[in-house]
């Protein structure tokens, strides 16, 4: 077996029996690692966190998500960032008490899969004091092994968080050198990675059947869009953060190049009753604040209208920070709009 770091990890199928990591010290709510609790989290409903199958789903350091506030429903998406951001691909944070570190470890030297040296170099840095002294137990309910966490959903993280397990007493920030220790920037961007936005075709005036050169008026319910969050927190360290969804605007795409948008940008912007406004009797002879015509009909098929949302994506947390942002991000659908060639129609 090729040569191991001291405190390296060997990828092993273990299974963690729950009850062990059950004893777990109490909360280090309000202890002010990595900002400090401030105000206690939003909760709610619709809350997920641990691990299915053999997954270990009782660490301390699990993160909980609250998506009580999430846009819900069959027509709802992910929204991805408008610039080249993504979420974190790793991070760490608190996961073994002593006991539940020393079983661990344990199950991994009796199986005598990983060599005798490198087990000999793992008993020596958390059994023997070089540094740490038969995995801290004296230290039960002061504090925590931390370990690495990998986003599953994307993007890989196995390669990005090599550290060995290191130990955190309660109320202290982890080791300055560790990279990738979370924060309550980091949960908010793991909420980022949650958040569930509607989608929905555009209103349009004439619905699904338009004219040549005829304005079409076009327009978002704002019942229907309206800010959505999730709340990801770590109990144990009494750290939360809140990502909030918010849209802006709405871009429309005719389809073809012969067409004008209106406004020319074919940028409508949300206000308190949505994107645009809706037809309604009597502005026929109006130009539309938000919407298209189309300079050439469809011929027998269909032009394909797309509707992209923007939304802006902040946060706040236990940093006691006030508001943040991140990167906006949106979330867009294509309908058929099929255009005729006719100059007028009654509405």
């Known amino acids: 077996m090729p040569a191991m770091r ?59 998500y609250d998506r009580s506030k999430n846009g819900s429903g069959t027509s709802v998406g ?95 920030a982890p080791p300055a050198n560790i990279k990738n220790a979370v924060t309550p920037e980091i949960l908010a961007q793991l909420a980022y990675n949650e958040i569930r936005v509607p989608s929905k075709d555009v209103s349009l005036a004439p619905a699904g059947t338009t004219k040549v050169n005829l304005p079409t008026w076009a327009w978002l319910d704002g019942a229907t869009f309206k800010p959505v969050s999730v709340t990801a927190r770590i109990d ?17 795409e005719p389809g073809t190049s012969d067409a004008v948008t209106y406004p020319a940008s074919g940028v409508c912007e949300f206000n308190g009753d949505g994107a645009g406004e809706k037809y309604t009797a009597g502005d026929a002879d109006k130009t539309p604040p ?33 508001t943040h942002d991140l990167d906006p991000g949106s979330f867009g659908r294509s309908q058929d709009v099929t255009v005729q060639e006719i100059q007028s129609v009654n509405r």
Not at 51 to 63: E, F, M
């Open 290 to 322: 938000c919407g298209v015509k189309y300079l050439r009909s469809s011929g027998n098929g269909s032009y394909q209208l797309k509707a992209t949302i923007t939304w802006d994506i902040s946060w706040t947390g236990s940093d006691g920070g006030g």
């Open 78 to 172: 992910p929204i991805a960032s408008t610039t080249s951001w993504t979420p974190p691909a790793c991070w760490y944070a608190p996961k073994y008490t002593p006991a539940a570190l020393q079983a661990y470890l344990e199950n991994i030297w009796a199986q005598d899969s990983t060599g005798y040296e490198w087990d000999a170099t793992q008993r020596d840095r958390y059994v023997n004091g070089h540094p740490y002294k038969d995995f801290n137990k004296d230290k039960t309910g002061k504090g925590y092994w931390w370990d690495s966490y990998v986003n599953e959903s994307f993007p890989p993280g196995w390669d990005q968080c090599k550290e060995p397990y290191f130990w955190v007493d309660t109320g202290d």
């Open 6 to 64: 001291p405190g390296a990890r060997p990828l092993v199928a273990l299974l963690l029996v729950g009850s062990t990591l059950a004893g777990a010290g109490p909360a280090l709510a309000n202890t002010g690692v990595g900002g400090g609790a401030k105000t206690p989290p939003p909760t709610g409903g619709n809350e997920s966190g641990g691990a299915d199958g053999d997954k270990i789903n009782s660490s301390v350091g699990l993160i909980v």
């Open 236 to 252: 144990a360290l009494g750290m939360w953060a809140t990502t909030t969804a918010t849209p802006v605007s709405l871009k429309i």
